[in-house]
């Protein structure tokens, strides 16, 4: 098994805490590691040349950070070119949270099941700094909710890809710490298999050496989220504004047929298609093809059938009368198609592969 895995690590500013870590893992019997140095400057020149002396190192270089996601992806192409006979590789970080043990314990789990591993912490113990816990809950909510993927530990560093997965973890977008939570987008995306490993929860002087930027890193790493949320904002204001205008400016007068109706159907028009080229262009990252256009329609009309079919049944076995109260119930079941509209169109709609 160990000689068959490589050991990707990428290294930002490291202290000796990444020599301790190389020696435990060739102790451990791995025998391929490799080190992508990303950009750290010249101050960590003797780090790294403790590193490169290592026999089982293979030292990769950035000449100025690029960061996380970029390192990785350069250790997964040189791996891809280099190691023609190797089954996959594991990802670790360089601060020593990552025990031999544990690594190895992935790469067990890689070789064995041939999927994607995830090595996960447990964040119920007490020694879990604060804002891990509720930064790991957060994400893992929002995975659940979106995603449906159940993920105990979203933002590990520690995971195992077998090769057959690198090449298109290489399409996948992100340069930073955003990019290992876009795997996991992919991941959801393509339906690829995932394992779970528990592993240790080591925290190091309260985790005080992650570069993570707790408001730029999180706004890129739920930047897809994001996104998504403001297209459907956008998409309410431009309806609202459009059926405003179209009542108050009437363009055109339809026979025995009220204003409301048509003025309401071209607003609704016009802002679904603006959602639909938002969604395309910026949040799902698919094409504007004949094929994803009749897709998105074909889901906006049976989402508004579901959603009037619900609110019509709850109605009825709660024999409900007050408008108000309908309201309501509308709000949440139009809440909850929300989160759904979300997976159809994340893995089917805009899924150019499929």
């Given at each position: 098994m160990m000689e068959k895995i490589s050991i990707i690590i990428p290294a930002y500013k490291p202290d000796e805490k990444l020599i301790k870590t190389l020696q435990s893992l060739?102790?451990?019997?791995?025998?391929?590691?490799?080190?992508?140095?990303?950009?750290?400057?010249?101050?960590?020149?003797?780090?790294?040349?403790?590193?490169?002396?290592m026999e089982q190192v293979t030292l990769l270089r950035h000449t100025v950070n690029r960061g996380k996601g970029a390192a990785l992806k350069t250790a997964m192409r040189f791996f891809l070119e280099n190691r023609l006979d190797f089954f996959g590789?594991?990802?670790?970080?360089?601060?020593?949270?990552?025990?031999?043990?544990?690594?190895?314990?992935?790469?067990?789990?890689?070789?064995?099941?041939?999927?994607?591993?995830?090595?996960?912490?447990?964040?119920?113990?007490?020694?879990?700094?604060?804002?891990?816990?509720?930064?790991?809950?957060?994400?893992?909510?929002?995975?659940?909710?979106?995603?449906?993927?159940?993920?105990a530990d979203t933002q590990t560093g520690l995971r195992g890809y077998p090769r057959g997965v690198m090449e298109g973890l290489l399409s996948v977008e992100g340069e930073r710490f955003e990019y290992e939570t876009q795997m996991l987008f992919y991941i959801s995306r393509q339906g690829l298999p995932l394992e779970q490993v528990k592993i240790r929860t080591v925290y190091i002087e309260e985790n005080a050496s992650s570069h993570f930027r707790p408001i730029v890193d999180s706004l890129r790493i739920y930047s897809l989220i994001l996104k998504y949320l403001f297209s459907s904002v956008a998409a309410s204001v431009i309806d609202a504004l459009a059926f405003f205008l179209l009542k108050q400016f009437p363009l055109f007068a339809i026979p025995m047929i009220p204003l409301t109706f048509p003025a309401a159907f071209l607003a609704r028009a016009i802002s679904s298609f603006v959602n639909y080229l938002i969604n395309a262009k910026a949040v799902f990252k698919g094409d504007t093809?004949?094929?994803?256009?009749?897709?998105?329609?074909?889901?906006?009309?049976?989402?508004?059938?579901?959603?009037?079919?619900?609110?019509?049944?709850?109605?009825?076995?709660?024999m409900i009368r007050a408008a108000w109260l309908s309201t309501l119930i509308k709000l949440a079941v139009d809440?909850?198609?929300?989160?759904?509209?979300?997976?159809?169109?994340?893995?089917?709609?805009?899924?150019?592969?499929?």
């Open positions: 060739i102790a451990a019997g791995f025998s391929d590691l490799l080190i992508v140095d990303d950009g750290s400057g010249d101050s960590f020149a003797p780090i790294f040349a403790q590193v490169e002396a590789a594991v990802s670790a970080d360089a601060d020593g949270q990552h025990t031999a043990e544990d690594i190895a314990a992935v790469a067990k789990k890689l070789t064995e099941s041939g999927h994607i591993v995830l090595g996960c912490r447990d964040f119920s113990l007490p020694d879990v700094p604060a804002r891990s816990r509720f930064g790991n809950r957060f994400t893992s909510g929002t995975f659940r909710l979106f995603f449906g993927m159940k993920i093809s004949k094929k994803t256009l009749l897709r998105y329609y074909l889901l906006a009309v049976v989402q508004i059938a579901v959603s009037a079919v619900c609110v019509f049944i709850i109605e009825h076995l709660l809440t909850v198609l929300f989160f759904i509209s979300f997976r159809i169109q994340h893995k089917w709609v805009f899924n150019n592969e499929q």
